[in-house]
């Protein structure tokens, strides 16, 4: 059993650190931000992600997890200090670090003693360089630590079991000791197999920017494969099956949609190109999925316009779904929010429900109506838009609906139903890159 501080509890610190405790290891959490660490202290989870409730109540019932809003005691009580503060998208698409490097210095003032220092945030190739130094001058130069790279690989929705059982772990780091240490933190998944890439520190950075820019291209490219599709009347879903089933492709991430969101693909492709423009190297692969996205978010809200011949003013159109995708109620950067601009835009009216986002929207946008139910929110609707592939979409009673809406216009970002019943059911309709009959 280690001594371990996870210094920031939001997404990934929060799982991290519950995760790491159900290792078993004695596990705080600390963060500046002393009403978050209230919250977590009256064992209420800030954000919402299927089985972190349980996993932290666990913990905190075993007394191997708790939080604290005093970092420097954290620091200085831990073997492993875990780094897992936000690195937002700052100017030009590099990362703002001004919060990791707050955690270094806090990390060299308190610096008693041999620690490793572990980087979770995704952070730009170099960064562990520089918090070493910092580190270094402000502990006056003691020695007492070695730096590893940890990157995380959590989706949201399924971070907990990808934290619990992931596909690999990385570990990039200098020294022996570090190594061990770290062999020790994951002990349980060294036991199961999992696969465990020791590197280099900058290998290691650069793996987690490399991972995420591919399925970005990956999602990319599938959505333009869709779009051809659509004009040429061929099926985008068998395309996509019969390019998985070619082991060199794979399947996963070849599913057509509204373009992807989310706190990671759209900041780590922007940060990737920016730090390969800085040594000069241009990643026009990056680039063109980077652009393809926008369009592909344009595409949706243009095709939403078609379906009403151009003319949406006064229409009242529903939109299902507002999260980045299902199982989640983060709205970073979701297609949501170019519809919803488009319909503001054009003068349309909107009713919109997300099983867990609507909270999260309305702070975006102040006077946006949302309902408790699918039902609510398309009543008398002159259309409905689905934007998020929540399970209780992919079942929605098309009869209910139909005489639910005003007139049965549905455009299906998400390809979740399916083409034959909207067809007998009459209505009009489009979707990403399916054939239509
Ligand atoms: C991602 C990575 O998967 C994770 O490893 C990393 O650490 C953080 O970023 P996340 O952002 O939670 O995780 O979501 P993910 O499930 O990967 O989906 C990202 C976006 O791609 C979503 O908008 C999703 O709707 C979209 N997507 C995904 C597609 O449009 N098609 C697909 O086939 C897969």
Request: proline letters at 3%; a negative charge.
């Amino acid at each position: 059993m280690q001594n371990i501080a996870v210094i920031g509890t939001g997404y990934v610190g929060l799982v991290s650190g519950a995760g790491i405790s159900d290792y078993g290891h004695n596990v705080v959490c600390a963060d500046i931000d002393k009403t978050k660490i209230e919250q977590l202290n009256k064992g209420e989870i800030p954000i919402y992600e299927p089985g972190l409730h349980e996993l932290v109540n666990r913990n905190v019932n075993f007394n191997r997890l708790s939080f604290t809003a005093n970092v420097d005691e954290a620091i200085r009580n831990a073997d492993v200090i875990f780094i897992a503060v936000g690195t937002p998208e700052g100017e030009n698409g590099a990362s703002d670090l001004t919060a990791v490097y707050e955690v270094a210095r806090a990390i060299g003032e308190n610096l008693n003693g041999y620690k490793v220092v572990c980087t979770k945030s995704t952070v730009p190739i170099g960064t562990g360089e520089k918090i070493t130094n910092i580190i270094k001058d402000v502990s006056k130069n003691i020695n007492e630590f070695d730096y590893v790279s940890n990157p995380e690989f959590l989706r949201e929705g399924s971070a907990v079991k990808d934290f619990l059982w992931p596909d690999r772990v990385i570990i990039g780091a200098s020294g022996s000791r570090a190594f061990k240490t770290m062999k020790n933190v994951y002990r349980p998944l060294y036991i199961n197999e999992t696969p465990i890439i020791e590197t280099t520190v900058e290998t290691a950075e650069l793996i987690k920017y490399a991972s995420n820019a591919f399925l970005s291209v990956k999602i990319s490219y599938i959505n333009e494969i869709a779009n051809m599709c659509d004009e040429i009347g061929a099926d985008v879903h068998v395309v996509s099956k019969a390019m998985g089933i070619d082991g060199r492709i794979s399947p996963k991430f070849l599913h057509p949609g509204p373009g992807y969101g989310g706190s990671c693909f759209p900041k780590d492709t922007k940060a990737l190109i920016s730090m390969a423009k800085e040594m000069g190297i241009d990643l026009n692969v990056v680039s063109g999925a980077v652009v393809a996205n926008q369009l592909q978010k344009e595409r949706m809200a243009q095709k939403l316009l078609n379906l009403f011949d151009g003319d949406i003013k006064n229409k009242t159109i529903a939109i299902l779904g507002l999260a980045f995708k299902a199982q989640t109620d983060d709205i970073r950067e979701s297609p949501a929010i170019e519809i919803i601009n488009t319909l503001n835009k054009n003068g349309a009216l909107i009713r919109a429900f997300d099983p867990a986002a609507n909270e999260n929207m309305k702070k975006r946008f102040n006077d946006l109506k949302t309902f408790d139910s699918w039902e609510e929110a398309v009543k008398d609707a002159d259309g409905v838009v689905i934007m998020t592939e929540w399970n209780e979409f992919r079942g929605l009673d098309l009869l209910k609906l139909k005489g639910l809406l005003k007139s049965p216009v549905l455009l299906d970002c998400r390809n979740i139903l399916r083409m034959d019943d909207l067809e007998t059911m009459g209505f009009k309709y489009d979707n990403v890159g399916r054939k239509k009959r």
